[in-house]
């Protein structure tokens, strides 16, 4: 089976830093686009971040020039790099991935089960 694992979060004030990891293993064959997202409490899942294959970043609005996100293709991993952490960035953050578990199958999202990230003010 695949599994996408997310850590790296916790508690922290307001313009701080936190560094988020997720690491994909199980049978894959290859990853293609991956992304983070985040869910606050009675709020929807919105996108913050996502990169394709050969590394190129996307960034909704609300995080640009903040967070960075990155892969390592070799370890099957992508981080988000947090910085000037504000309030409005608490929530359940879930790491997704496009991935192919065999040559002969097609790409399918896969999400983790999420890390709580918390800014106090």
């Known amino acids: 089976q695949v599994q996408l694992v997310e850590s790296g979060g916790g508690l922290v004030q307001a313009g701080e830093s936190l560094r988020l990891s997720c690491a994909a293993s199980g049978s894959i064959f290859s990853i293609n686009a991956m992304g983070w997202y985040r869910q606050a409490p009675g709020k929807q899942r919105e996108w913050v971040a996502s990169?394709?294959?050969?590394?190129?970043?996307n960034y909704a609005d609300s995080v640009k020039g903040r967070f960075t996100i990155s892969r390592d293709n070799a370890k099957n991993t992508v981080s988000l790099q947090m910085n000037s952490l504000k309030p409005e960035d608490t929530a359940v953050y879930y790491c997704?991935?496009?991935?192919?578990?065999?040559?002969?199958?097609?790409?399918?999202?896969?999400w983790g089960q999420g890390t709580q990230v918390t800014v106090s003010s």
């Open positions: 990169i394709t294959r050969p590394g190129s970043p």
């Open positions: 997704n991935a496009g991935i192919r578990i065999a040559i002969t199958r097609g790409f399918t999202d896969y």
